[in-house]
């Protein structure tokens, strides 16, 4: 049963003007089997797996499902042919409730009370808890994924398609999310997983596919291959693991006290007796399931959402009602979790959106209230050239890059500006391997010079790998700091389900 | 000043009767932008509605083919629009505020020579027993048809969005164009006809002014009627039901308005006229203080262009 092949590709080319994403790509999906498709951004994996999904046409080549030949025009086509799609970046409609949402990826949907029970029956057949009646734009990442998959499965696919499924979620969403591919997979749906983490793909994956430039660069079994090699065929280069050197001084750079905040409304979380004290060179992790409270610390630390004078303190200097031009000034700079809109503006080029963020720390308006645009483009250069940021120049749109190249760029421009406090919520959130790399070296480089960091993650793995202490959140609430080193994925799990020897309640 | 000259049954029956052109043009308002297109050409396409009912009612001399008149007209003006926005990706507001002004010019142009005419009318509508009944049958249940129509037309633009398959498509495609395109929606196709919709429902709550409110063709004779209906769209923040109250809303300050200025009351008529749009904007800064609410409410897509990128 396992050996007979659901979906060949064969000989798939697509070029768009200037750049060839596909080049005589060619595989083979077998019934029942879990595919891995690796690549870095712009290896040409998102046009692919578009082209399957009927998005895209191909210039040159054929897909066989079934072994009768496919060639979606459009992805109800795709759908109807039992291939459904996952997509990395959800697309969901947010003033829908989940079960509107699910009813429009289907082809002739029950009443939307119908589909509700049919909701509650999947979720809970397949461990993915979610409230049909729910607004999409009050749930958290990861809630909103479950829709997405929970509307794939609905339709009973032959082969679904998941685009870095695990990049928000935590270990334990992570168990229940590869329970299910495994369910599916015994009860014969055939997998495309493509990801960014080969951990995650060795411990699922029959096969993999690489990716690099367009061309299929190797298939192989990813459980007999090493990491590094298939690490390195995917970038064609050697990959350089992060050194850490710890330098923690014993002066207090940022401390919380009691940090207590109502949210105006219901999509957001309370925050309940925060306190701690980052230390000058530390980096202090932050970890838990998404939607417990990070975006809204992210936002009181950045100074976008203000509380007391005296709940925040940056070298003792009250800070916590003054804005985040003023923090930037001092010294505290954030970069926050969505490279698009929040952290950068999509529609606008690099140096607009350099400026718009260093504009106070390196004197980038003139008195006179001018924009030295000069200065502000020798900045964005550096960025660029220091942070190896892939892009034709500084006049390109920030929306118009990969994730990876965004995110560093993000990262570049505040790391450059040499922040005394650096927070930094979801760094390598999408992002491909040798980028993830080269931003981890950026923040470990900056705490060596002294700057005390945040990282706000659900990547344990990272949070394992730059930490010096971790602390959990949970609900609104944080554990005690530990310290990181010692401490196992298994026992971070327990502390981001809010149990565990390091949580001090105050009810 | 003698207020017992007001008559309640004769006011609330004009009330229905000045309710009836806005609400028509605000629900086909409703519609597009629900699919995430802003047309601020109602008014344009309300007039040119107006002009050619008035002038299929009078050259074959039957009201009923001059409102099958009005709805083409405002079809075939709303199609422009949708050419410009939709196909050639022009700005939404630029496009709008021209097709407003071009309406009201083109329908100048066209209704030379109608002006001073008679047009056939409607039948009112008499239910036996039901329109006999005291205060009830005079003011609101012996009506012209087309004011019934509009609110059944309203109920069913409710159902439609709310209850069917393609409604909800409709509202996605407004809501986040981008991941109804992802799922395989036709979005242009889908905006394309909404706002044709539009156009049908303007051309109609047009002809309903020129055939039956006023009745006769003189030129800029919407007034401003389209303005309103654009208004109420945001008072009843985009919800049907919440449409009918606006719009009797709107229409009673307008019907106070005119009996006031009849009473010979000078104060307050500016005022008044302004209401509606003072309304709307209290109404407006209600629904942003609300934050949760607010994203509830305007649809996600509204007013942007979308490109299908590869």
Known sequence: ?507 | MDFSSLSPVALLASLMVAATPIMLAAIGELVVEKSGVLNLGVEGMMIVGAVCGFITAVETGSAWFGLLGAALGGILISSIFAFLTQILLANQVASGLALTLFGLGVSAMIGNGYTGIKPPGFNTVHIPLLSDLPFIGPAILSHDPIVYIGILLVILVWYFLNKTKNGLVLRAVGENHDAAHALGYKVIWIRFSAILFGGMCAGLGGAYLSLVRVPQWTEGMTAGAGWIALAIVVFASWKPYRLILGAYLFGGVTIMQLNLQALGVEIGIAYLSMAPYLVTIIVLVMISSNHLRSSANAPGSLGRIFHASQ
């Open chain 1, 1 to 507: 049963m396992s050996s007979s092949s659901l979906l060949e590709i064969n000989g798939i080319t697509k070029s768009y003007p200037g750049v060839i994403a596909n080049e005589d790509v060619k595989f083979t999906i077998k019934t029942g089997e879990i595919h891995a498709l690796l690549g870095e951004n712009g290896a040409g994996k998102s046009t692919l797996v578009k082209t399957i999904y009927g998005l895209v046409k191909p210039d040159k080549g054929l897909m066989k499902l079934n072994g009768n030949l496919y060639s979606p025009n459009e992805p109800r086509d795709a759908r109807t042919c039992g291939v459904a799609m996952v997509f990395q970046h959800f697309s969901l409609f947010n003033a829908l409730t989940v079960a509107e949402n699910i009813a429009l990826g289907m082809e002739s949907p029950p009443s939307i009370d119908r589909l509700s029970n049919k909701i509650e029956t999947i979720s809970i057949e397949y461990g993915l808890p979610i409230n049909p009646e729910k607004m999409v734009g009050s749930l958290s990442a990861g809630e909103q994924q479950r829709v997405e998959i929970i509307r794939c499965l609905l339709q009973n696919p032959k082969l679904l398609i998941m685009d870095e499924p695990t990049s928000v979620l935590t270990p334990n969403e992570i168990k229940t999310l590869f329970n299910t591919l495994k369910k599916l997979k015994s009860e014969g749906t055939s997998i495309l997983y493509i990801s960014h983490k080969l951990e995650d793909i060795r411990s699922i994956c029959d096969t993999a596919t690489i990716l690099r430039g367009g061309k299929n660069v190797g298939t192989c079994d990813p459980k007999k291959e090493n990491v590094r090699n298939i690490a390195e065929m995917m970038i064609g280069e050697t990959i350089k693991i992060p050194k850490k050197k710890s330098t923690i001084s014993k002066l207090v750079a940022l401390e919380v006290d009691c940090l207590n905040w109502v949210p105006r409304d219901s999509s957001q979380k309370q925050l309940k007796n925060i306190s701690f004290k980052l230390l000058k060179g530390e980096i202090l992790g932050i970890g838990g399931v998404a939607g417990n409270g990070q975006d809204e610390l992210t936002e009181i630390l950045s100074g976008e959402v203000l509380s007391n004078k005296n709940t925040i303190r940056l070298f003792d200097n009250p800070i916590g009602d003054i804005g985040v031009n003023k923090r930037r000034l001092l010294g505290l700079l954030t970069a926050p979790e969505e490279r698009l809109g929040h952290a950068a503006i999509p529609d606008m080029d690099l140096i607009e959106n350099t400026n718009l963020t260093a504009h106070t720390r390196e004197n980038l308006v003139k008195k006179s209230g001018i924009v030295d645009w000069e200065k502000t483009h020798e900045l964005a250069k550096n960025i660029i050239k220091e942070f190896d940021v892939r892009t034709p120049n500084a006049k390109v749109a920030a929306g118009s890059l990969s994730g990876g190249n965004l995110q560093k760029f993000v990262i570049g421009r505040e790391v450059l500006q040499k922040p005394l406090v650096f927070i930094v919520n979801q760094p390598t959130w999408g992002v491909d391997a040798a980028a993830a790399s080269s931003i981890r070296q950026a923040i470990l480089d900056l705490a060596s010079t002294g700057s005390a960091v945040i990282i706000i993650s659900q990547d344990l793995d990272e949070l394992l790998e730059l930490t010096d202490n971790f602390m959990a959140i949970n609900s609104g609430e944080m554990s005690q700091k530990i310290n990181t080193q010692g401490l196992t994925v298994d026992e971070i799990g327990l502390m981001i389900g809010g149990t565990g020897a390091y949580w001090k309640r105050h009810d």
